[in-house]
């Protein structure tokens, strides 16, 4: 069972470069997190996911962590941390933070003596060795040629990130160690200690890192991967019953099954993230269904795994949909302010539990920029926070040239500043929205969800408990037949009312019944 807490929590996703600097060397910190939690609060947004904050050579932005413990001298110090915990928790703020249990750097003190030439040590098997000095096996990347040990090592993502080894769930060559191998337990339950380390100091759980990833040729259900998930579980239940669990797996009916309190809709080929706002990859036509002109708009392309997944894992745990995250272009990207206000009414009054990517909700821009730190084109949806006219858009106060990256440069630039007073700005219809949601159980984690209309080419009708919503994302007006008689408003965006058989939605329009 999630913990309790998560009901009603909306998350708000912090990249800590890029948030807010505090000490004027062009790199967002941990005392700006702080500076900024009544903002997040007047949001209504009650917890947080921090990306990587450890100490790191940066191949990876930080997902490529060199010391588990340690919070980056660029950040601040492990003292200021603690501190982010108490001042966001008496302001009833949550904090995940992000744990990278698949991989580390290649500058870990473990990969360090695992790859020594003093052999056998007690990091011999903390990574995957293959008994070759020149080659892997199948499906495997593997490094050659870097190590003092005559061996070649298997990586996770980049070259800089070794993976660590949990086992594999069928041995195919003798170097591949079981998963009950207990040098591979060993690397399990080194893992949950660094989880015992920051949960103790008053963290509330983490984001987990490619969370489906970690025993090598495992089956099709991940039932290796879950094992350890579990195992970890148990220890949480027993230990930090209050802690919650977010995978990076984006198939919710393994991740809520191994344990997991919520899994991510991310990008499954066309399915997912991508339907509903455009991402990357989507060569062609941008029909993602917010866009006022999608050439052909059809939530079921989202429907048809979401609702599958819902109803297989609803008694289970939730499934987290998200405005974008550090990974994917921004939303801004392909709609514009009055797309996305429909997007986040329908993101944020959906069951489950949201994440809002700092700066979507002003609408910030994703911008076409070089590489920075291993993002390639995931560069440009990383750039710092725009709070206000000022330099740097009142990011940091150090020198434009040593900012982590450049604030948008367009004349138009969206800021929280100017948004501010403006009751119409998408910031403050955000903030409609989540109060929206705190206010009615009935919008929700765990409130019942059902699809009440989902015609291709059509407006979007659904029910969460005793409450009726529709979304008109066209540009013209549509009515939608559906039991909708004698409810009364309790949420309106553009023109739409009940009639005798039906909505009537205005052009982009969006209304909430009960
Ligand atoms: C996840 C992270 C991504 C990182 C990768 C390797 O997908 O979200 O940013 O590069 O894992 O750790
Ligand atoms: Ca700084």
Redesign the pocket.
Known sequence: MPAKWLKDAVFYEIYPQSFKDTNADGIGDLNGIVEKLDYIQSLGCNALWINPCYDSPFR??G?DVRDYKKVAARYGTNEDLYRLFDEAHRRGIRVLLDL?P??TSEEHAWFRASQSADQPNAYTNRYIWTNNWFCGSRGLNYIAGEAERASAYIV??FKC?PALNYGFNRVEEPWQLPMDHPDCVATREAMKDVMRFWLSHGCDGFRV??ANSLVKYDDENKSGTSAIWKNVRAMLDEEFPEAALVA?WSCPSQALRAGYDMDFCLNNDDTGYSTLMRDYQGGGEDDSYFRKDAPARDINRFLKVYTRWYEDTKDLGYISLLTC???TVRPRFSLDIDELKLAYAFLFTMPGVPFLYYGDEIGMRYLDLPTKE?GYQ?TGSRTPMQWDGSKNLGFSAGEAASLYLPVDPAADAPTVAAQEGDPDSLLNFTRKLLALRHAHADLQADAPFAVVSAEPNAPFVWRRGKLLLAVNPFGQARTVKCPAAGMTPVFTHGAAKVNADGIELGPQSFIVLE
């Open positions: 990876d932005a997902y990278v698949g991989h996770n993502f990130q890192d490619m990076e995250n550090h990974d291993g995931r």
